[in-house]
């Protein structure tokens, strides 16, 4: 199924840790930000596939020259590896919405990609030079402004959405924002991964673990405040699985990301028009995978008492939310509003 003109809308969130797509032909995907290609031949006669995507890419690393070519949300600058790993990965989001060669003799393809909410000019080209023959028609919209239109909360409300590479904030007003409106910062879930791994490397120093492990112990175990019992890990000691406790230092790395998020939020809302500032306050809302982390809306509601208080609450549906938004956008654009692509 696609609209009634016949073209396929896409949505995508486009992650340095996970990516999502929705299509209104009803295929919704999220991804692994992982592409890998064969190291040698002896690894290309092993996994008989000359590229691996997503968490295929990612359990077998050993046998990859793996590549997570987004930084911060953006496409990494001079890596021609990187580059190409990008185009692979948003041809295989594509495919798996059903966008083929095949399938764009019959029907257009429009895609709304979700970038952050400070993005350069060069680095939306980049992207746009990326998707050049995989798409007909696109738009690139801030991160938060995507979550914004897909939960329908365009006017009087503040948008936190917290990924792998930054944390992007946008005060909505009814329109499109300005980039008065919005924040980004490089404070999210990478900084909190960066925090755990030196934190466990200098109180455990005898332990053996990867920055992989530390994000798969972070999704599984992450808190702010009081927490709910202990977070104890199994890591190798001198080669023997052992039991080891990081909750102090889940804990502090988690928490380590709130100053910033907890400043920017009470910097955009200063912002407002005075007589709108207490309707935003009740309408803050978090969003990313990041924002998954157990007491984080809490604590931040906390900092908006310094301000006459407030209500933050969390999107339902964290990782899919930035894609279904870009997807309602592209539903909704005017002809105006889309750029064709060459190809």
Request: a negative charge.
């Amino acid at each position: 199924m696609s609209d009634n003109n016949g073209d396929l809308y896409v949505g995508i969130d486009l992650g340095t840790s996970r990516s999502s797509v929705s299509a209104s032909n009803g295929e919704r995907h999220v991804v692994d930000s992982y592409v890998g290609w064969p190291r040698d031949m002896v690894a290309r006669k092993v996994l008989k596939r000359d590229i691996l995507i997503g968490r295929e890419a990612l359990d077998n690393r050993s046998m990859l020259e793996l590549h997570r070519p987004l930084e911060r949300g953006l496409i990494k600058e001079g890596a021609e590896r990187d580059a190409k790993a990008v185009r692979e990965l948003l041809r295989h989001l594509l495919s798996l919405a059903g966008v083929s060669d095949e399938s764009r003799k019959k029907q257009k393809v429009r895609a709304v990609v979700g970038v952050p909410a400070e993005a350069l000019r060069v680095n939306k080209q980049h992207l746009r030079e990326a998707m050049e023959g995989m798409v007909d028609s696109l738009i690139i919209v801030s991160e938060p402004f995507a979550v914004a239109y897909g939960i329908d909360e365009l006017l009087h409300s503040l948008i936190i959405d917290i990924g792998a590479g930054t944390t992007d904030l946008v005060v909505m007003s009814g329109r499109y924002p300005t980039h008065d409106d919005q924040k980004t910062l490089t404070n999210a879930g990478d900084s909190v991964d960066d925090q755990l791994m030196t934190l466990i490397g200098e109180h455990h120093p005898e332990g053996r673990f990867t920055i992989h492990m530390v994000r798969d112990w972070k999704e599984q175990h992450s808190f702010v405040g009081k927490g709910n019992g202990r977070v104890k890990v199994e890591m190798p000691v001198q080669g023997r699985p052992t039991e080891i406790d990081i909750t102090e230092e889940m804990r502090a790395a988690c928490e380590s990301i709130v100053p910033p998020v907890s400043e920017a939020m009470v910097d955009l809302i200063c912002k407002v028009e005075p007589e709108f500032q207490n309707r935003v306050r009740q309408n803050v809302i978090l969003s990313g995978g990041t924002a998954m982390i157990k007491g984080l809306g809490a604590i931040l509601q906390v900092y908006l008492g310094e301000i006459g208080g407030g209500r933050v609450r969390v999107v339902k549906d964290p990782i899919y939310v930035g894609a279904d938004g870009g997807l309602s956008i592209a539903k909704d654009a005017p002809d105006s509003d889309w750029e064709k692509l060459a190809g």
